[in-house]
């Protein structure tokens, strides 16, 4: 696997065994406090939200921004709530050092009071006040203006001194997020882990997602107005496959779920120093194209008399990206061959598939053992033409 200078990454497996206590030492352990989150509660005039999220007091960290925008008319039935005064669930902010806030859960509603203060939308699909429809905020009667400004949301601050270490900071914080988001619509584990682990690389990770080649072989539209109609778009799917490729660069370390390995990786990469970063940004440019080269937009699909639909699969995207990644210093070679190497590629996984190949391209398993058995596959697969 193609390595880069300074990129360093080791699988600290400590998993939490479950302990035999007694009533007595759960007792002390309670009283100790362990793991017991400190909060205050705060209620805020809607009228005053924008000019505090203007203020450095409040990160609206845009890495929690899931992909699931709201629309006017969501943003618009939000204000229709505080119109009838319906009661709404409560933000929930974690106060990172004295009197500054991260916004953990509420962030919609938050940017969406602000837009509606700021007039950047009318609103629409009003159900009760329909006569409204089509006004922005200065542009509502003044009676209704002014009950607006009397309503409140409330918050649930997490306090600084929960966490005694930055450590333990990161794992409360994981906690709650989870625990909010267990309910509704479930986050996927890249959403969670977008949410969870903001950083440099994580950046890098959205950056690459959006890079035309790779969005084309992934079946995700180029067109803006699209993309919150494409699922894997609105899931962070494309965000994770780039993920993916960095992490399974170094499958050694591979030793737990899938999830915790990714995890991993994305913690201890935000860590990276920029030079690694930006070396580690051409790898995937350089092997994004070189795949694009010679495969095409069918580049991550199964052969055409394998496949029960027309969606890009793992089973391929991720030995492929990886073998490719591996012979990036054969590029003129792969690209003299490309026809004989795509129609290789095509024929040989529909012979495997034929005789005892149904489990290496099962999507249903991604363990290990099975990932590295892919790899192999068209590490051989392409040693073959390049040996030629």
Avoid at 11 to 24: A, I, Q, R, V
Wanted: one cysteine or more.
């Amino acid at each position: 696997m193609v390595r880069i200078e300074g990129e360093v990454f080791k699988l600290n497996k400590n998993s939490k065994e479950n302990l035999t206590m007694s009533d007595s030492e759960i007792n002390e352990k309670y009283k100790r406090g362990e793991i017991r989150i400190i909060t205050e509660q705060a209620r805020y005039p809607i009228k005053n939200i924008k000019s505090m999220i203007e203020s450095n007091d409040y990160k609206l960290n845009p890495e929690y921004q899931r992909r699931k925008r709201w629309d006017n008319v969501r943003k618009s039935k939000l204000i229709e709530s505080f119109i009838m005064n319906v009661p709404l669930p409560p933000i929930f902010l974690y106060e990172y050092e004295y009197s500054k806030y991260e916004v953990m859960d509420g962030l919609q509603r938050l940017t969406s009071i602000v837009d509606f203060y700021s007039n950047e939308f009318s609103l629409e699909g009003l159900e009760y006040w329909t006569e409204l429809n089509g006004k922005k905020y200065s542009e509502l009667p003044s009676e209704v203006r002014k009950g607006v400004d009397r309503r409140y949301i409330s918050s649930i601050i997490l306090l600084e001194e929960t966490a005694k270490t930055p450590e333990e900071a990161e794992e409360l914080k994981q906690i709650v997020f989870e625990r909010l988001n267990s309910g509704g619509e479930k986050l996927t584990s890249q959403e969670t882990r977008n949410a969870l682990y903001p950083g440099k690389f994580n950046k890098l990770c959205i950056k690459l997602s959006e890079y035309k080649n790779f969005k084309l072989m992934l079946k995700i539209p180029i067109d803006e107005n699209e993309l919150l109609l494409n699922n894997s778009y609105k899931k962070m799917v494309d965000v994770e496959l780039v993920l993916r490729f960095f992490a399974y660069r170094f499958l050694e370390e591979f030793k737990t779920t899938k999830e915790k390995f990714l995890d991993e990786y994305l913690k201890q990469a935000n860590n990276f120093s920029m030079e690694v970063v930006n070396q580690l940004e051409i790898l995937f440019i350089k092997t994004i194209d070189i795949v694009w080269e010679i495969f095409g937009k069918d580049a991550f699909l199964l052969p055409k008399n394998e496949r029960t639909n027309k969606k890009p699969t793992t089973v391929i995207y991720d030995p492929l990206m990886q073998s490719i990644s591996n012979f990036l210093e054969y590029e003129d070679k792969l690209l003299e061959n490309k026809l004989l190497i795509k129609n290789l590629k095509s024929a040989d996984i529909h012979k495997a598939i034929a005789s005892n190949g149904k489990l290496l391209f099962d999507g249903k398993y991604d363990h290990k053992a099975i990932v590295e058995q892919r790899v192999e596959y068209f590490n051989s697969l392409i040693e073959t033409i390049i040996k030629k």
